[in-house]
């Protein structure tokens, strides 16, 4: 085996790392609307009513970044959208975050890229005093409810819903604020 072979192959196996930054980029809303459709036109049947609500909401929310109480992260490996999450500060009220466009493409799934999403999201919501964090999902999806549950969820409501072209049965999960 010649010495360029053996890097070639060698190269060929190391991924780039998965980096998490903070705020809007270029093709933001475009890629973490793919996500959410492909991913969920594959597990839950969601169609062109879901990927429109999802890109009208995430564009909005991007135009509303500017306010400090509102932040988006995304995983990149190699200048790639491969995960986002966001902290939505100014959509409910009383002093309550909302979690949302959690989503990671299957090729960062089981790295720890979803944990540090949620940990980099919950770190800011309990750095600005919110009293809770609140998100909206629905069962089936068990993964993201035990990451959700290991970071002080509780699944506090559950109801048959088809906002989303397709019954499921949405969730609402809420974590309090820790105490100092």
């Known amino acids: 085996m010649t010495k360029d072979h053996f890097e070639s192959q060698f190269s ?5 790392p998965i980096q998490i930054v903070c705020g ?25 009513r879901f990927e429109t609500v999802v890109a009208a909401g995430l564009a909005s929310f991007c135009d509303r970044l500017g306010n400090p109480k509102n932040r988006i ?5 190699d200048g790639r959208i491969v995960g986002s999450i966001a902290i939505d500060g100014e959509d409910l009220d009383g002093n309550i975050a909302h979690l949302r466009w959690f989503i990671l493409d299957d090729s960062a799934r089981g790295k720890g890229t979803g944990k540090r999403l949620l940990s980099a999201a ?24 035990h990451l959700y549950e290991s970071h002080g969820f509780t699944c506090v409501e559950e109801y048959s819903g088809d906002q989303w072209g397709t019954e499921v049965m949405e969730q609402k999960f809420v974590r309090m604020l820790p105490p100092l």
Request: glycine share 8%.
């Open 12 to 16: 060929m196996h190391i991924e780039a």
């Open 24 to 48: 809007y980029r270029t093709g933001l809303i475009a890629r973490i609307t793919e996500m959410h459709a492909l991913y969920y036109s594959r597990t839950a049947g969601f169609g062109q």
């Open 73 to 77: 992260w995304a995983s990149v490996q």
């Open 122 to 145: 919950l770190e800011f919501a309990d750095a600005k005093g919110f009293v809770e964090t609140n998100l909206w999902t629905f069962r089936g999806l068990e993964a993201a409810r």
